[in-house]
Nanobody, 122 residues
């Protein structure tokens, strides 16, 4: 059974950092692209970042470019989202998702984790 589990969320002050993890079970992550999404209260879900199966190709939403990085450790079956210089507007539930494809572009994301809450507040 394909499963994704996010961890690493929490409460952080503006300007702080968090690293989210997305760990897979039931399949090996190294053949699949992984994407991070977020959803804030009252707002639509938005894509944050994506990484191809090889890790060579990445992309970021304009609102996080230069502050967030994405990486993967296929040996640990885990993808990371490093979030720096966090702002209150980054507050949201963060989800990772995957599809049975190597690249980020095209298609839908049928497999989702349960989400992890990130709150940026002083």
């Amino acid at each position: 059974q394909l499963q994704l589990v996010e961890s690493g969320g929490g409460l952080v002050q503006p300007g702080g950092s968090l690293r989210l993890s997305c760990t897979a079970s039931g399949f090996t992550l190294d053949s699949y692209a992984i994407s991070w999404f977020r959803q804030a209260p009252g707002k639509e879900r938005e894509g944050v970042s994506c990484i191809s199966s090889s890790g060579v190709s990445t992309n970021f939403a304009g609102s996080v470019k230069g502050r967030f990085t994405i990486s993967r450790d296929n040996a640990k079956n885990t993808v990371y989202l490093q979030m720096n210089s966090l702002k209150p507007e980054d507050t949201a539930v963060y989800y990772c998702a995957t599809k049975k494809a190597r690249f980020c572009y095209g298609g839908s994301w049928p497999y989702w984790g349960q989400g992890t809450q990130v709150t940026v507040s002083s």
